[in-house]
């Protein structure tokens, strides 16, 4: 019963419900039948009944909307009739003739019992769209055009289509920033409307856009987070599917639901049912390309430490070879040149022994002879001297004296070239000591051997010969890598 505050008739808010109540029970007391689009059937197993979303729409707008329950025992009587007559079951997106009484509760609200649905009824107007949109797209030929784009390699540049307060949008987000392989994306938002009458237009426009800067994307991604079904019915848009066929960039999808496939999705390049499996699709070609070349990596890893090692193995065995060959060369042509030194040494001391005793036996024999010759002399003049005249004798003592001088001043003459030559033997002697093969290794210069012979000539030697060079103090293994003449031969 109302009560009265300040003068005024106030009724409850039951009081009003089970007005409503009774009045709606008394002006509907009969069953009657609807025509309406079931856009959602809302079927829950655990109890078995069904709470369908029904809509009128009209030029593509809703213009009716009101939620009605199937119970049970009707849902499993109806859906056996759709699958005898239709072989189909009953689902959404269909457009139903249902018997129906109007049921209201003060708590749940205005709802439709729907009793019975004639299974004979054409499908709704929402499926009606997506059939004939894909038949012309079909006819005309580019149904599967953005299916056979090739997509890249690594599809890493993203541009998104999509609302930035979506959660499928911010979802998608996170799993591709966030992915524990540490990846790398650039993606940029192209707003858009997602769902309503304005939709279609909001991402054709989009799509335009992005058309105009395809070069800087490798896919575009369509992203809706959730959502009843209703607002789906933009996407089997005849304009918006043709676009998406006749994009030049490959489309994926992630609309955000697991029913009821839009004609955008079946003909966009690859559709996931939520943006975050679309995330991990493109993350999956990530690991496509990376598990081969973290194999091929592995695999160049252990051939070439296998390699290294067989190599190194190989290597020591030749410096092992080489060193075992050049010590043998190197005891051989050290102890030819010990030898090749000493015979010179030998014969070089020969010889100066045998000029030393030619010069002592010279200058004993020029000595006997001028002695001898004086002697002679002397005699004569002793024998001359008793039969010339006493002048004679002065002018003889005169003689004797100039002979005199003469021996004299042939003494020192043979002194002097006796000394002179000594001189001339000693720097001989010097010189050969100078040009002795140990004199001349002391002085800075080397001697150059190949196959146990000197080398004079460039000539005389090849790419890749084994040549051995004595020094003063040690000796050199060299091989050789060029040859060339003075420049001014």
Known sequence: MPEEINDKKVFSLLEVTQSVERTLADRYKSSFWVKAEMSKLNFYKHSGHCYPDLVEKKDG??????RAHLWRDDYFRVNSNFLRVLNEPLKDGIKILFLARVSYDPVYGLALWIMDIDPGYTLGDLEKEKQETIKRLQEEGIYNKNKSLKIALLPQRIAIISVETSKGYADFIKVIETNSWNYKFFHHLFPSLLQGDNAVQSIIYQLSLIKKVRDHFDVVAIIRGGGGDVGLSCYNNYELAKEIALFPLPVITGIGHATNETVS????????????KLAEYLLQ?????SVPVHEAERII???????LNEENVRFQSEIKLFRSVTENVLSMNRS???SLTNSLLQHVRFIIRTREESLKTARLEI????????????????????VISKDAKAQLKRFICILFQFKDSLQLRSRF???ENLTKLNSIE???????????????YSITLLNSKPVRSYMQVGEGDILNTTLYEGEIISIVNLTKKNKNE
């Open 61 to 66: 707008k809703v213009i009716a909307q009101i």
């Open 265 to 276: 999705e079946m003909i966009s390049y690859m559709n996931a049912i939520t943006p975050t």
């Open 285 to 289: 070609a990530f690991h496509n390309f």
């Open 301 to 307: 890893t252990d051939r070439a430490k296998r390699i």
């Open 336 to 338: 030819k040149v010990r």
């Open 367 to 386: 000595v006997k002879w001028t002695n001898m010759f004086i002697k002679d002399a002397g005699q004569d003049l002793k024998d001359f001297a008793l």
């Open 417 to 419: 070239v006796f000394r």
């Open 430 to 444: 010097k010189n050969i000591q100078n040009m002795s093969p140990e004199n001349v290794l002391k002085r800075g």
